[in-house]
């Protein structure tokens, strides 16, 4: 069954600060790796396709990079709005979400 | 533009049949590049996907799913719904349905979602 490990599982930082959520795939997905912002209460919002591809709407500040096994999303400068939960989604092998990471402002 | 809205009982018993439909409105139900997803979130906790269909019927169950669920298509109303079977607390959850894109049945992501239906197993 494909794995995804995605660290960390909490993260706090400030506004204005760079901020890298990472996800590990167990195989090889090639780019089949999505991101996606979860806001409290709220449902997922996909941010990032394909890997590296923003969707439609979303700030630049939003990005993400990876190939094969290890993925990286990364918010350049954070912003109080950025506060919520990241997830990857892994569709090479089914379809896997990873565990999470809450952001939070310091 | 292109809205979903899940409905549900909200409260189902233990052992029960849980049934969940999503209405699609504003846009395309058959287009062929989009499967209709579920995926659930118990509370506190994280992201599930529990199958997907395409409006010709065609579906993709998750293996944990595939005895107990079952993902249907009426595109006479732009429906789609998933029957459970035997739950127990452990399907307490948000249940999301979203439009997924696909490249014929490979499935991609979820780029719409509907806003969840809490559904809650107790006696």
């Known amino acids: 069954d494909m794995q995804m490990t995605q660290s960390p599982s909490s993260l706090s930082a400030s506004v204005g600060d760079r901020v890298t959520i990472t996800c590990q795939a167990s195989h090889d997905i090639r780019n089949y790796l999505n991101w996606y912002q979860q806001k409290p209460g709220k449902a997922p919002k996909l941010l990032i396709y394909?890997?590296?591809n923003l969707e439609t709407g979303v700030p630049p500040r939003f990005s993400g990079s990876g190939y094969g096994t290890d993925f990286s999303f990364t918010i350049s400068s954070l912003q109080p709005e950025d506060i919520a939960t990241y997830y990857c989604?892994?569709?090479?092998?089914?379809?896997?979400f990873g565990q999470g990471t809450r952001l939070e402002i310091k | 533009q292109l809205q979903l809205q899940e409905s549900g009982p909200g409260l189902v018993k233990p052992s029960e049949t849980v049934s969940l439909t999503c209405t699609v409105s504003g846009g395309s139900f058959s287009g062929r590049n989009y499967h209709w997803g579920w995926i659930r979130q118990p509370p506190g906790k994280g992201l599930e996907w529990l199958g997907s269909?395409?409006?010709?019927?065609?579906?993709h169950y998750n293996p944990s799913l595939r005895t107990r669920g079952t993902i249907s298509v009426d595109t006479s109303n732009n429906q789609f719904s998933l029957r459970l079977r035997s739950v127990t607390a452990a399907d307490t959850a948000m249940y999301y349905c979203?439009?997924?894109?696909?490249?014929?049945?490979?499935?991609?992501?979820?780029?719409?979602w509907g806003q969840g239906t809490l559904v809650i197993v107790s006696s």
């Open positions: 989604q892994q569709y090479d092998d089914n379809i896997t």
């Open positions: 979203a439009r997924q894109s696909s490249s014929g049945e490979w499935l991609e992501a979820f780029d719409i």
């Open positions: 269909i395409h409006y010709t019927g065609s579906t």
């Open positions: 394909d890997a590296s």
